[in-house]
C-alpha cells in the first residue's frame, strides 16, 4: 500500500458517501516510524502526521518541522497532565482529552499562553476498562464542562474494540457528536477507515498502510 492508495480509496469513500472530495483529513499515523519513512511521505507532499507519545513526538518532529514549516502534527495518544504545556506547544491538535483533571489542566495552560490547539474529546465506545476516554453516558456532561472551561472542543475521537463491529462504535460517536453540535469526527483507521467516512469521520488515521508495520525500537 501506499500514500497514493490510501488518498485514492479515501476519495473513493468520499464520493460514496456522497462527501466532497478532499473533505476528509488523513492523519499519518508515524509512531515508532524511523525517520526515512516519515521523510519519504513528507517528501511526497504530505503534512498532516499523528504522534502517540509527546516524548517521541518532541525527539522526532523539531528536525522535520524546520524543513517543512506547514507540517500539522495531531496527539492522538493519552496524555498525561504533567505533559500536557509540551503537548501544547508540539501538536495543532489533540485527540485525547478523556477526563476533567486533564481539561482542567489544558484550560489553565491556554489562560498562562493564550492559546490552545484544537482539541477532541476522546469517547471509550465500547466501554473497556483498559482503554482510555469519557464514557458514552457521561459524554455530553463531558463537553458541557470542557466549553464552559472555554476549551476549544472541535468534536469527537474514538477507537473501537478489536473484536467489535466498528460501524456501531462510529455510528454512536456520530450520535453524541450530532446532539452535541460538534463537526468533527476522528475515528477510523487502516482497517476500517472506508466504513469510518460511510459513517461521517472527517479525521481518518492511518500508519501501517502507508509506513508498513511499525518498527520496534531498540531495547
Same mark, same amino acid.
Given at each position: 500500500? $501506499?500514500?497514493?492508495?490510501?488518498?485514492?480509496?479515501?476519495?473513493?469513500?468520499?464520493?460514496?458517501?456522497?462527501?466532497?472530495?478532499?473533505? %476528509?483529513?488523513?492523519?499519518?499515523?508515524?509512531?515508532?516510524?524511523?525517520?526515512?519513512?516519515?521523510?519519504?511521505?513528507?517528501?511526497?507532499?504530505?503534512?498532516?502526521?499523528?504522534?502517540?507519545?509527546?516524548?517521541?513526538?518532541?525527539?522526532?518532529?523539531?528536525?522535520?518541522?524546520?524543513?517543512? =514549516?506547514?507540517?500539522?502534527?495531531?496527539?492522538?495518544?493519552?496524555?498525561?497532565?504533567?505533559?500536557?504545556?509540551?503537548?501544547?506547544?508540539?501538536?495543532?491538535?489533540?485527540? $485525547?482529552?478523556?477526563?476533567?483533571?486533564?481539561?482542567?489542566?489544558?484550560?489553565?495552560?491556554?489562560?498562562?499562553?493564550?492559546?490552545?490547539?484544537?482539541?477532541?474529546?476522546? %469517547?471509550?465506545?465500547?466501554?473497556?476498562?483498559?482503554?482510555?476516554?469519557?464514557?458514552?453516558?457521561?459524554?455530553?456532561?463531558?463537553?458541557?464542562?470542557?466549553?464552559?472551561?472555554?476549551? =476549544?472542543?472541535?468534536?469527537?475521537?474514538?477507537?473501537?474494540?478489536?473484536?467489535?463491529?466498528?460501524?456501531?462504535?462510529?455510528?454512536?460517536?456520530?450520535?453524541?457528536?450530532?446532539?452535541?453540535?460538534?463537526?468533527?469526527?476522528?475515528?477510523?483507521?487502516?482497517?476500517?477507515?472506508?466504513?469510518?467516512?460511510?459513517?461521517?469521520?472527517?479525521?481518518?488515521? %492511518?500508519?501501517?498502510?502507508?509506513?508498513?508495520?511499525? %518498527?520496534?525500537?531498540?531495547?
Amino acid at each position: 500500500m $501506499s500514500l497514493q492508495d490510501i488518498t485514492a480509496r479515501i476519495a473513493k469513500a468520499e464520493s460514496a458517501a456522497g462527501r466532497a472530495i478532499g473533505s %476528509v483529513k488523513l492523519i499519518a499515523v508515524s509512531k515508532v516510524q524511523p525517520n526515512e519513512r516519515v521523510q519519504a511521505v513528507l517528501d511526497q507532499g504530505h503534512r498532516c502526521f499523528g504522534e502517540n507519545r509527546v516524548q517521541e513526538a518532541a525527539g522526532k518532529w523539531p528536525g522535520f518541522t524546520a524543513q517543512f =514549516p506547514d507540517v500539522d502534527l495531531h496527539l492522538i495518544g493519552p496524555l498525561q497532565t504533567n505533559k500536557a504545556r509540551q503537548a501544547m506547544e508540539l501538536f495543532s491538535t489533540i485527540h $485525547s482529552v478523556d477526563r476533567p483533571k486533564l481539561a482542567k489542566t489544558l484550560a489553565r495552560l491556554a489562560q498562562e499562553v493564550g492559546s490552545c490547539p484544537d482539541l477532541f474529546i476522546q %469517547v471509550n465506545t465500547g466501554e473497556e476498562e483498559q482503554k482510555a476516554g469519557i464514557l458514552p453516558a457521561d459524554a455530553d456532561t463531558f463537553i458541557a464542562e470542557c466549553r464552559d472551561l472555554d476549551l =476549544p472542543v472541535q468534536g469527537l475521537m474514538c477507537i473501537p474494540p478489536v473484536d467489535e463491529e466498528p460501524a456501531l462504535h462510529f455510528a454512536l460517536l456520530a450520535k453524541i457528536a450530532e446532539r452535541n453540535g460538534l463537526r468533527d469526527l476522528s475515528m477510523g483507521m487502516s482497517g476500517d477507515f472506508e466504513k469510518a467516512i460511510a459513517l461521517g469521520a472527517t479525521h481518518v488515521r %492511518v500508519g501501517s498502510a502507508i509506513f508498513g508495520e511499525r %518498527v520496534k525500537p531498540q531495547e
